[in-house]
């Protein structure tokens, strides 16, 4: 190649070079930083597993969420001299003395401000009520046979009678179940005695925390 070529070529090669401002294009010089990866929600766990970020415990619409409540399993329950759906004693039905009967009762809950016991026949079309008693206090384990705890109220039965109605169906009717019923309670009762069976027994499921029972027959 000759001379007069050479310099033909070197002049090209400068030419590409020129920016066309006058600047003469360099080399970069120094080291070009890392790329910037986007922070993301998530990591990737050693283990090479993918961990969610923590969520907020505070709903962005609905506000701070209240707690559940939490339940409490109950062991209350109600002694009788008979075992649950055994006969009635006969001294509490008006085949004898037709008194009160001797209850008991265990585990009562810990809210617990007084006690209250019914009866109420569930055999006939329409449920009878004979007896209603409240205002025991529940640190007493029991009521005594033919006995009104001190400070307690009964309501009038669907015999017209205050106090405990024995048991008396009608001969030839068959076995009746009489339900007997111990309530917890977390309000003091105020209402009279002589209140009504129903008003009172109303009452006293509308503030009964808890409540147990036990089945007694009894035919004539």
């Given at each position: 190649?000759?001379?007069?070529?050479?310099?033909?070529?070197?002049?090209?090669?400068?030419?590409?070079?020129?920016?066309?401002?006058?600047?003469?294009?360099?080399?970069?010089?120094?080291?070009?930083?890392?790329?910037?990866?986007?922070?993301?929600?998530?990591?990737?766990?050693?283990?090479?597993?993918?961990?969610?970020?923590?969520?907020?415990?505070?709903?962005?619409?609905?506000?701070?969420?209240?707690?559940?409540?939490?339940?409490?399993?109950?062991?209350?329950?109600?002694?009788?001299?008979?075992?649950?759906?055994?006969?009635?004693?006969?001294?509490?039905?008006?085949?004898?003395?037709?008194?009160?009967?001797a209850l008991s009762w265990a585990a009562v809950p810990a809210g617990a401000?007084?006690?209250?016991?019914?009866?109420?026949?569930?055999?006939?079309?329409?449920?009878?009520?004979?007896?209603?008693?409240?205002?025991?206090?529940?640190?007493?384990?029991?009521?005594?046979?033919?006995?009104?705890?001190?400070?307690?109220?009964?309501?009038?039965?669907?015999?017209?009678?205050?106090?405990?109605?024995?048991?008396?169906?009608?001969?030839?009717?068959?076995?009746?179940?009489?339900?007997?019923?111990?309530?917890?309670?977390?309000?003091?009762?105020?209402?009279?005695?002589?209140?009504?069976?129903?008003?009172?027994?109303?009452?006293?499921?509308?503030?009964?925390?808890?409540?147990?029972?036990?089945?007694?027959?009894?035919?004539?």
């Amino acid at each position: 190649m000759g001379r007069r070529t050479a310099i033909i070529i070197g002049l090209l090669a400068l030419a590409g070079c020129d920016t066309g401002d006058g600047k003469e294009l360099r080399e970069p010089t120094g080291t070009l930083p890392p790329p910037t990866v986007p922070a993301t929600t998530s990591e990737i766990s050693p283990e090479g597993l993918r961990t969610l970020p923590s969520l907020p415990l505070e709903d962005p619409v609905l506000g701070e969420q209240p707690a559940l409540p939490t339940l409490v399993a109950s062991n209350f329950r109600l002694i009788a001299p008979w075992l649950d759906g055994g006969n009635i004693d006969i001294r509490n039905t008006c085949d004898d003395d037709g008194v009160s009967p001797a209850l008991s009762w265990a585990a009562v809950p810990a809210g617990a401000i007084e006690l209250a016991v019914s009866v109420i026949d569930k055999s006939v079309a329409s449920p009878t009520v004979h007896w209603v008693i409240a205002g025991i206090n529940p640190s007493d384990i029991s009521l005594i046979e033919a006995n009104v705890p001190l400070g307690a109220i009964q309501a009038t039965t669907s015999f017209g009678e205050i106090g405990f109605s024995a048991p008396c169906p009608i001969a030839g009717s068959g076995i009746h179940e009489y339900e007997f019923t111990v309530y917890a309670l977390d309000q003091q009762v105020e209402l009279a005695d002589g209140t009504s069976a129903e008003d009172l027994l109303a009452f006293v499921k509308a503030v009964s925390i808890t409540s147990a029972n036990v089945i007694g027959t009894f035919e004539r």
